[in-house]
């Protein structure tokens, strides 16, 4: 027999639309590095959950808060926040560093972790004004911020649901040139993306522009009936683990690695 519902726990979904209370240390942090950053003038936007919860309204709890900036920004960031007593790691030169205090942390990003979207110029002059923790910041527009779910889609972690309610909650109205040209040669990540948004919320399917779909539709049939015996295969871009085989016993091209290395040489990080 069923419980009755007064005796049933309740716990809220890994999203919802009620703020999340966060330990107080963890929001402390979050704040000093964000104050820290707009006195220096360091050209920043946040990503992440609170850049979700801007424009879909969704709030999930988090353990971190994501900046965005560019390379070029970086090490001036890094070297701020030492200044403030913070620690500062680079975990992964490619795309990632930390700022600790205690168990906290807070995640400076300059791109994607398969290198194949990098934090330009552009991203943070397009990015909008928020408060972010009670601090008068900047967070990522939509049409970055989509983009940069774009390759989320591992076993363990999926963001198209997150692209399906950037999608549903600005009733698509967004730069959708913008987000095509930041897409470039990845247009059928972004297909995917839309076709999963359309299977979603099919009475929303004119959210999504006619024209964007007739022009992604059409140059995926093109390669359909005219494919590349040589193109090259890029599993290990989307998830280097669950294609690992593919790579590393079936001899197929590692371009995960070829898109790491380049992006190295064009920052000259490479510790």
Known sequence: MAEPADKIPVTLPVTSSVPAELPEEQEALAREVLVALERQRIPHAVAGAYALLEHTGICRTTKDLDVFLTSENWSPALKCLQQHGFQCEVCDPVWLAKVHRDNYFVDLITGMSNAVFSVDDSWIRNSQPASVLGIQTRVLAPEELLVSKLFV???????????????????????????????????????????????????????????????????????????????????????????????????????????????????????
């Open 153 to 271: 889609s591992r076993r363990e972690r999926f963001d198209g649901a997150d692209i399906a309610h950037i999608i549903y909650g600005t009733a698509g109205k967004l730069d959708w040139g913008r987000i095509l040209h930041l897409a470039g040669e990845h247009w059928e990540m972004l297909l995917w993306a839309l076709v999963l948004f359309r299977y979603v919320y099919p009475a929303q399917t004119h959210f999504v522009p006619v024209v964007l779909w007739q022009d992604l539709l059409g140059r995926f049939l093109k390669l359909v009936l005219q494919p590349d015996g040589k193109g090259k295969f890029r599993g290990s871009l989307i998830d280097d683990n669950m294609f690992a085989i593919d790579v590393k016993e079936w001899g197929l091209d590692d371009v995960l690695e070829e898109y790491r290395s380049r992006r190295l040489s064009r920052t000259g990080n490479t510790t």
